[in-house]
T-cell receptor, first 115, second 113 residues
Framework: GENVEQHPSTLSVQEGDSAVIKCTYS??????FPWYKQELGKGPQLIID?????GEKKDQRIAVTLNKTAKHFSLHITETQPEDSAVYFC??????????????FGKGTKLSVKP | KAGVTQTPRYLIKTRGQQVTLSCSPI?????VSWYQQTPGQGLQFLFE???????NKGNFPGRFSGRQFSNSRSEMNVSTLELGDSALYLC????????????FGSGTRLTVV
């Protein structure tokens, strides 16, 4: 089955710096890669996602890149702000001949943005 | 529009008891997935329901079960609770099962004593 590895587990940056979180997946049949942000006491919130037919996607200060050959994808946050502090999860979902699998999550990255 | 609603938010149960958690998906969403979140194991998939049918199941013992009603609301049940079942249980809904993204609820924090 699919396995998703996420690094680093903790990340501390200064306000205004960039943050990069990396994930690798094992199943070449995976075709959907979302990123979630979870704040204390809340459920994960989808912040950006990318499908396997796209190499990069950007939404304001957030971007995701996907390298299908290497089976890894990354989240890039530019101009970080204190409110970006949270736990970020990557995930992957496989699609076997039209039958969609479930989301497999990485272990999470705790991002701290220092003012 | 209203998000995914999970009830109750907090629950304390004793070992050996059973518990039922409820999830109301976003209106129009037909897929409901359940996840267990713990500090050690992270987010682990329990099961997914689509149009009242269990479509996928994770690697959890048979004590964990679920169902979905015709209005897409879902419940999960855990019988014979163990201390290790203490976790945040999250429900996520989707229009078809993930193609358009999953929306999570705030979860039910279950503590087993």
């Amino acid at each position: 089955g699919e396995n998703v590895e996420q690094h680093p587990s903790t990340l501390s940056v200064q306000e205004g710096d960039s943050a990069v979180i990396k994930c690798t997946y094992s199943d070449s049949a995976s075709n959907y890669f979302p990123w979630y942000k979870q704040e204390l006491g809340k459920g994960p919130q989808l912040i950006i996602d990318i499908r396997s037919n796209v190499g990069e996607k950007k939404d304001q200060r957030i971007a995701v890149t996907l390298n299908k050959t290497a089976k890894h994808f990354s989240l890039h946050i530019t101009e970080t702000q204190p409110e970006d502090s949270a736990v970020y999860f990557c995930a992957a979902r496989t699609n076997y001949g039209g039958s969609q699998g479930n989301l497999i999550f990485g272990k999470g990255t705790k991002l701290s943005v220092k003012p | 529009k209203a998000g995914v609603t999970q009830t109750p938010r907090y629950l304390i149960k004793t070992r050996g008891q059973q518990v039922t958690l409820s999830c109301s998906p976003i209106s129009g969403h037909r897929s409901v997935s359940w996840y267990q979140q713990t500090p050690g194991q992270g987010l682990q998939f329990l099961f997914e329901y689509f149009s009242e049918t269990q479509r996928n199941k994770g690697n959890f013992p048979g004590r964990f079960s679920g169902r979905q009603f015709s209005n897409s609301r879902s419940e999960m049940n855990v019988s014979t609770l163990e201390l290790g079942d203490s976790a945040l249980y999250l429900c996520a809904s989707s229009f078809t099962g993930g193609s358009y993204g999953y929306t999570f609820g705030s979860g039910t924090r279950l503590t087993v004593v």
